[in-house]
């Protein structure tokens, strides 16, 4: 099972890890997961962040049914492989598994044939995209226009299925309308103009290292704060 496969599990069975681990329990495979998160690219940290993630359910019951079968099976004693997950993936897991709902152990029920996990997979990664392209926006500038930047990468751009080309609102300057200089400091050593979801992820999710989401801290903490932490992100995926 690789990494992806065990999110998608988590996924499925998030009400059953909700309602089968205790407040402390599920703190701690909480945490686990957010080490997933953090581990960026290095396939030998996801790896060990994956295994964490695993041994923190030790305390889900065989009573637990087709989650406790799956766990056995897949992750009590067999490694889970490094393949280094998409930071959407993660994320999208980390909003579904946060949000589920506390609740008495179930009584035993018959359930329903699983969904096959890569659907699993891209429902997380769909979601995270959902996600992204409900935060405040613009219509993308046209390339060569001062909004657009003087780089491919200056600019996130995200594709709307529906609005078509969007740039997410936090990367202008609202006297200007032109882009913040530390946003297109950033967006370059991101790359955003190959990887405009994880660019955009970067900026408008969670960041531990940081303490709050990058965006909002703009101007309120040195830019050089900002640009080490995305260098160190990179960095770690090397």
Known sequence: MNTDELLALLVRHR?????????DQYRTFLTMLERLREAGADPERVGM???????????????????ARALHKYGRSVAVTAAVPSREAVLAALEALY????????????????????????????????????????AAAPVGSPAAGSGPADVIVLTDPEAGPRSPE???????????????????????????????????????????????????????????AAQALVEEGR
């Open 99 to 138: 949000a589920a709902p506390s609740s008495a152990p179930p009584e035993p029920r018959h359930e329903p044939d699983p969904v096959p996990e890569p659907d699993l997979v891209a429902a997380v990664v769909a979601a995270a995209k959902q996600r992204l392209l409900a935060e405040p926006s613009r």
């Open 15 to 23: 009400e059953e890890l909700r309602q089968w681990l205790d407040d």
């Open 170 to 228: 936090f990367q202008f300057d609202p006297g200007t309308g032109r882009p913040r200089d530390i946003v297109v400091r950033v967006n370059r050593i991101l790359l955003a103009d190959r990887d405009p979801w994880g660019a955009a992820d970067w900026w408008l999710g969670g960041n531990s290292w940081l303490g709050d989401r990058p965006a909002a801290l703009i101007g309120q903490v040195p830019d050089d704060r900002l640009a080490d």
């Open 49 to 67: 962040a994956a295994m964490a993630v695993v041994r923190s359910l030790w305390p889900v019951p065989d009573e637990a049914g087709d989650l």
